[in-house]
């Protein structure tokens, strides 16, 4: 079965969107397929560029029991062509707007970042800025929507700059594997020499909770294949019964959360393998906004 079979029915959205703009009375259309209505709150939220896919579940819901070895050599598919990781997800209403009015899941995240107004709530300005933001950092569609990938983008070239502001990385003469579920991200230290950049993760949503905490890694797997739920997981290091470092096919910064793995991208994964070694410890902290 090809990997296009298997990443399933394309997500396309619809046409209008919520506009933001201003001067004229909110309720009055802005132009051909621009709107000024607010989106239904009980809109699911939905890649903002026709034609994007949907996350293919690359995470094993296992929580407490570690890994079966397969059994023989299963084929895990390559990655095919380059992921565009900076596709927003935002409600239907929204998609097409110029500028939305819509609130973004991570609103007060993003305003914290970008130095704006810290209120939770879309303002022209905001949207301005936000945009602004998009345009330069690639983000697509660039409408203003304050959601998970402005947020993830927003969050990594932040710790770039400041990467651990609390100190909560602990500081060891050995290897320290330090994953921030507030922020969703991660980085490898030994001593003062971080020898992992910090990338964007994916951590486990509401339910299947990332386990915080030391662990460490007790089993690598490079083309593992769950035999328990038939899900690829290349490049797996397992540190907590079925929780894993792992890559996955598509984005990183989707609405929902892992079932409890930490997701990486298929080129972080892999780079990830060549840093950590089994018997390397893991420290974990935070919880995942929204879970």
Request: with cysteine.
């Amino acid at each position: 079965m090809s990997l296009s079979v298997l990443l399933g029915v394309l997500l396309v959205p619809a046409s209008g969107g919520g506009a933001l703009a201003d001067g004229p009375d909110p309720g009055e259309a802005r132009g051909p397929g621009v709107l000024a209505d607010a989106p239904d709150p009980g809109d699911a939220l939905v890649p903002g560029v026709a034609g994007d896919e949907p996350e293919y579940p690359m995470d094993t819901p296992d929580q407490v029991l570690p890994p079966l070895q397969p059994e023989g050599e299963v084929p895990v598919p390559r990655p095919g062509e380059e992921v565009d990781e900076w596709i927003e997800h935002m409600p239907r209403s929204a998609v097409g707007a110029a500028c939305t009015a819509a609130t973004g899941t991570r609103q007060r995240q993003v305003e914290r970042l970008l130095g704006l107004k810290v209120d939770g709530k879309q303002s022209a300005a905001d949207c301005r800025a936000v945009r602004a933001f998009q345009v330069k950092q690639k983000i697509k569609p660039a409408n203003g929507y304050a959601g998970p990938v402005t947020w993830a983008r927003a969050e990594l070239l932040a710790a770039r700059k400041s990467l651990d502001p609390k100190r909560r990385c602990p500081v060891r003469k050995y290897a320290v594997a330090c994953v921030d579920l507030d922020r969703q991200l991660m980085w490898v230290r030994k001593d003062k020499k971080v020898t992992f950049a910090v990338v964007n993760i994916r951590s486990g949503r509401a339910g299947y909770a990332t386990r915080t905490g030391w662990h460490s890694v007790y089993w690598r797997h490079k083309d593992h294949w769950s035999s328990i739920y038939n899900t690829p997981m290349p490049y797996s290091q397992f540190f907590s019964g079925g929780q894993a470092f792992h890559a996955v096919y598509g984005q990183l910064a989707t609405p929902t959360g892992s079932r409890g793995c930490v997701n990486l991208s298929h080129a972080h994964a892999r780079k990830l393998w060549d840093v950590l070694r089994k018997g390397d410890r893991v420290y974990i902290w935070g919880k995942r906004p929204g879970s």
